[in-house]
T-cell receptor, first 111, second 114 residues
Framework: KQEVTQIPAALSVPEGENLVLNCSFT??????LQWFRQDPGKGLTSLLL???SQREQTSGRLNASLDKSSGRSTLYIAASQPGDSATYLC??????????WGAGTKLIIKP | NAGVTQTPKFQVLKTGQSMTLQCAQD?????MSWYRQDPGMGLRLIHY???????DQGEVPNGYNVSRSTTEDFPLRLLSAAPSQTSVYFC?????????????FGQGTRLTVV
């Protein structure tokens, strides 16, 4: 059964730093992994979807990598800004219709 | 583009009351699902649908009903609300199976049962 873990639960860094968020999964036979952003009281915004055939996916200052052999995905945020403050969630498919989610990393960027 | 729309955004219910959470999508997606999000936990699947007229249970279906009469709409019904159902509910849709495509989510419904 797929399990997804995100550590740490919270992270606070000064503005301008590059940072890495981690996502671990137990079943390496995943088809893809999706990263989301959640702002307080708001919905889930899809950031990046990385397919199992890809090693990296980039969107602006965000870069997601996927290493199936080690059961890890990372989300790299370059030159962090206060507007990046949010909770970041990763999710992996389980079966045809379900996503298994990590509990998220709450990121605070200090001005 | 509206995407996935959920109503209401907030709701307070008394124990034993019933209500329906609405979800609509305008992307002509076949796959729709409902998740609940509780503090410190990942989202968990309640029910899902692979097309009009077809629904099935997810991980935590007890206390909830769904139906899918059209491609666009996928309402979630709470039959008799309990405090354990206090949560944030998200509706999602996707073009195909989660193994193949990106999932899109609504803004969520924050439900409190007192």
């Amino acid at each position: 059964k797929q399990e997804v873990t995100q550590i740490p639960a919270a992270l606070s860094v000064p503005e301008g730093e590059n940072l890495v968020l981690n996502c671990s999964f137990t079943d390496s036979a995943i088809y893809n992994l999706q990263w989301f952003r959640q702002d307080p009281g708001k919905g889930l915004t899809s950031l990046l979807l990385i397919q199992s055939s890809q090693r990296e996916q980039t969107s602006g200052r965000l870069n997601a990598s996927l290493d199936k052999s080690s059961g890890r995905s990372t989300l790299y945020i370059a030159a962090s800004q206060p507007g990046d403050s949010a909770t970041y969630l990763c999710a992996a498919p389980a079966g045809n219709y379900q996503l298994i989610w990590g509990a998220g990393t709450k990121l605070i960027i200090k001005p | 583009n509206a995407g996935v729309t959920q109503t209401p955004k907030f709701q307070v219910l008394k124990t034993g009351q019933s209500m329906t959470l609405q979800c609509a999508q305008d992307m002509n997606h076949e796959y729709m699902s409902w998740y609940r999000q509780d503090p410190g936990m990942g989202l968990r699947l309640i029910h899902y649908s692979v097309g009009a007229g077809i629904t099935d249970q997810g991980e935590v279906p007890n206390g909830y009903n769904v139906s899918r009469s059209t491609t666009e709409d996928f309402p979630l019904r709470l039959l008799s609300a309990a405090p354990s159902q206090t949560s944030v509910y998200f509706c999602a849709s996707s073009y195909a199976r989660t193994q193949n495509t990106e999932a899109f989510f609504g803004q969520g419904t924050r439900l409190t049962v007192v």
